[in-house]
């Protein structure tokens, strides 16, 4: 059984960074994908990032936040992180944790996610 439990949440000031962390304990399979969801109050849970857990690529981004997102992986640490830099009020949200079973050609797709984090709550303000 794979448990993830996310960390990093807080609060910060717009354009400011966090880092966010998701340790894995459990055996994942070297063919899945560690994802990043964020759910903002009144909305739909949404992607953000994938990384393919073997080798670290390909990883994938939401348009929302390519190129200020950047997602990576630690398999000494058994950890993904997700580095946030020039936050906007729009990334408030709670993010979670996600992992496959297996490889997914749709990285940004829920249901293809077996195991999920707790949740770690990011406030942006203006």
């Known amino acids: 059984q794979v448990q993830l439990v996310e960390s990093g949440g807080g609060s910060v000031q717009a354009g400011g960074s966090l880092r966010l962390s998701c340790v894995a304990s459990g055996h994942i399979n070297s063919g899945a994908y560690v994802g990043w969801f964020r759910q903002a109050a009144g909305k739909e849970r949404e992607g953000v990032a994938a990384i393919y857990i073997s080798d670290g690529t390909p990883t994938y981004y939401a348009d929302s936040v390519n190129g200020r997102f950047t997602i990576s992986k630690d398999n000494a640490k058994a950890t993904v992180y997700l580095q946030m830099n020039s936050l906007k009020p729009e990334d408030t949200a709670m993010y979670y944790c996600?992992?496959?079973?297996?490889?997914?050609?749709?990285?940004?797709?829920?249901?293809?996610?077996?195991?999920w984090g707790q949740g770690t709550h990011v406030t942006v303000s203006s």
């Open positions: 996600a992992a496959t079973n297996w490889y997914t050609s749709t990285w940004w797709a829920m249901n293809e996610y077996t195991y």
